[in-house]
């Protein structure tokens, strides 16, 4: 079977009806036929990745698909920090934060990232994904509204399916949509305005001043999803609002530690009243055993760093626009990308695919990025790159890119 075939079949997958439940299931085999052609992007084992560089099916790669923006994976105060607190605490709390799962180190995390964001209070989650679902089931009711960007992560669209209020979209940062659909909500609840700060696929930043401005027009609160821009975005990596002078005029941030912080987990930080008020009504953090003291540790550790270390932001910035410049100057299209996300767009999927996996045989890992992340016209290679990058691996990995890329027809 051709590829493209395979990749077609695989868009109705899920949407097989059967009377067996299982039914869907074992008609799936796309995946196998993509594996048979040693053409599957996703699932793919690791043996070992420090930062910069990876190791991926017995060679060293320059790692370009992480979301490890300031390297702090491999600093060792993280990696001690982490160990430290597993010899101390053990590997996990056994409980939920409601219950036995509140240890003090959780609480004084808290704190730090709410000075760190310059917000008043914030609330630790087990999960980032968690985080978003957490915050919208608490806040929206059934009276509420849920206004999300077209382009928002996927927790915050599967938060406003779990909450029981209203969900509706406006265009991709289009202000005039997001004022027409403010507008027609209609009924006495209340209004969220939930955005990404950074877009983790296009690499683009939301509108936020023009976001807040008709927000505040409606008298709609403000979520910011800055799970990719803390860390690599305003001063010191204190994240989207930040860099737009605007911190003060946002009601909540996100935050995800599964990036720059080097862990796992998320945050929601805002007034103390609201964070007390989601600590007693958000299901997944109540529901669901805490944040193990190492990743609390290394959390802590990793915002201490950055702290310490401002330097590392600036450096992601250059590397990124180091990327950011060679990609355009040979002539891909990386879109609107302004930050260390750098997407550079294929076109159809199967050469996506077979550049990926040549990519990967010359030593340079990116994601390969289909339909339904992207529209069906815009399969990409997602490239993201860290603090802790040499411009010599960088210059390497552009280098395989434009030999591949003229290969395939991609440029000239």
Same mark, same amino acid.
């Given at each position: 079977?051709? =590829?493209?075939?395979?990749?077609?079949?695989?868009?109705?997958?899920?949407?097989?009806?059967?009377?067996?439940?299982?039914?869907?299931?074992?008609?799936?085999?796309?995946?196998?036929?993509?594996?048979?052609?040693?053409?599957?992007?996703?699932?793919?084992?690791?043996?070992?990745?420090?930062?910069?560089?990876?190791?991926?099916?017995?060679?060293?790669?320059?790692?370009?698909?992480?979301?490890?923006?300031?390297?702090?994976?491999?600093?060792?105060?993280?990696?001690?920090?982490?160990?430290?607190?597993?010899?101390?605490?053990?590997?996990?709390?056994?409980?939920?934060?409601?219950?036995?799962?509140?240890?003090?180190?959780?609480?004084?995390?808290?704190?730090?990232?709410?000075?760190?964001?310059?917000?008043?209070?914030?609330?630790?989650?087990?999960?980032?994904?968690?985080?978003?679902?957490? %915050?919208?089931?608490?806040?929206?009711?059934?009276?509420? @509204?849920?206004?999300?960007?077209?382009?928002?992560?996927?927790?915050?669209?599967?938060?406003?399916?779990?909450?029981?209020?209203?969900?509706?979209?406006?265009?991709?940062?289009?202000?005039?949509?997001?004022?027409?659909?403010?507008?027609?909500?209609?009924?006495?609840?209340?209004? =969220? /305005?939930?955005?990404?700060?950074?877009?983790?696929?296009?690499?683009?930043?939301?509108?936020?001043?023009?976001?807040?401005?008709?927000?505040? +027009?409606?008298?709609?609160?403000?979520?910011?999803?800055?799970?990719?821009?803390?860390?690599?975005?305003?001063?010191?990596?204190?994240? @989207?609002?930040?860099?737009?002078?605007?911190? +003060?005029?946002?009601?909540? %941030?996100?935050?995800?530690?599964?990036?720059?912080?080097?862990?796992?987990?998320?945050?929601?930080?805002?007034? +103390?009243?609201?964070?007390?008020?989601?600590?007693?009504?958000?299901?997944?953090?109540?529901?669901?055993?805490?944040?193990?003291?190492?990743?609390? +540790?290394?959390?802590?550790?990793?915002?201490?760093?950055?702290?310490?270390?401002?330097?590392? /932001?600036?450096?992601?910035?250059?590397?990124?626009?180091?990327?950011?410049?060679?990609?355009?100057?040979?002539?891909?299209?990386?879109?609107?990308? @302004?930050?260390?996300?750098?997407?550079?767009?294929?076109?159809?999927?199967?050469?996506?695919?077979? %550049?990926?996996?040549?990519?990967?045989?010359?030593?340079?890992?990116?994601?390969?990025?289909?339909?339904?992340?992207?529209?069906?016209?815009?399969?990409? =290679?997602?490239?993201?790159?860290?603090?802790?990058?040499?411009?010599?691996?960088?210059?390497?990995?552009?280098?395989?890119?434009?030999?591949?890329?003229?290969?395939?027809?991609?440029?000239?």
């Amino acid at each position: 079977m051709q =590829l493209d075939e395979i990749l077609e079949g695989r868009h109705d997958a899920a949407h097989v009806v059967d009377a067996d439940l299982f039914g869907k299931a074992f008609r799936f085999v796309q995946a196998d036929q993509a594996r048979a052609l040693g053409l599957y992007p996703y699932f793919q084992p690791l043996e070992n990745n420090d930062g910069p560089v990876a190791r991926f099916q017995g060679r060293d790669v320059i790692m370009l698909g992480s979301n490890n923006y300031l390297g702090l994976t491999a600093h060792p105060k993280v990696r001690e920090a982490a160990a430290d607190a597993a010899r101390r605490y053990g590997p996990s709390c056994t409980g939920s934060r409601l219950l036995n799962g509140s240890f003090e180190m959780h609480e004084r995390l808290e704190a730090r990232l709410a000075e760190f964001v310059g917000l008043e209070a914030a609330l630790v989650f087990a999960t980032g994904y968690q985080t978003n679902v957490g %915050i919208l089931s608490a806040l929206v009711g059934p009276k509420d @509204t849920a206004v999300l960007d077209e382009h928002d992560h996927a927790s915050l669209q599967d938060g406003a399916r779990v909450a029981r209020g209203q969900m509706v979209r406006f265009k991709h940062n289009d202000l005039d949509d997001l004022g027409r659909v403010l507008g027609a909500i209609d009924g006495p609840g209340g209004k =969220l /305005v939930a955005v990404d700060g950074l877009y983790s696929m296009e690499g683009d930043l939301a509108d936020l001043p023009g976001i807040v401005r008709a927000a505040r +027009a409606a008298q709609a609160r403000i979520l910011v999803d800055d799970a990719h821009g803390l860390g690599t975005l305003g001063p010191g990596g204190r994240g @989207t609002a930040a860099h737009f002078g605007l911190t +003060a005029e946002v009601d909540l %941030i996100m935050g995800t530690f599964s990036k720059s912080f080097a862990s796992v987990g998320g945050f929601a930080a805002g007034p +103390a009243r609201v964070i007390d008020f989601m600590r007693h009504f958000a299901r997944p953090m109540l529901f669901s055993a805490s944040l193990p003291p190492p990743n609390v +540790a290394a959390v802590d550790a990793a915002l201490t760093v950055m702290l310490a270390e401002p330097e590392r /932001v600036t450096r992601l910035a250059e590397n990124a626009a180091y990327w950011r410049q060679g990609l355009r100057e040979w002539g891909f299209d990386i879109g609107n990308t @302004t930050s260390a996300i750098v997407p550079v767009v294929i076109g159809g999927e199967p050469q996506t695919l077979m %550049i990926w996996k040549a990519l990967a045989e010359a030593g340079v890992y990116v994601n390969a990025v289909l339909y339904p992340a992207v529209p069906l016209s815009r399969a990409m =290679l997602r490239t993201s790159v860290i603090a802790t990058h040499e411009r010599a691996q960088l210059d390497r990995a552009l280098e395989a890119m434009v030999k591949l890329a003229r290969q395939f027809g991609v440029i000239n």
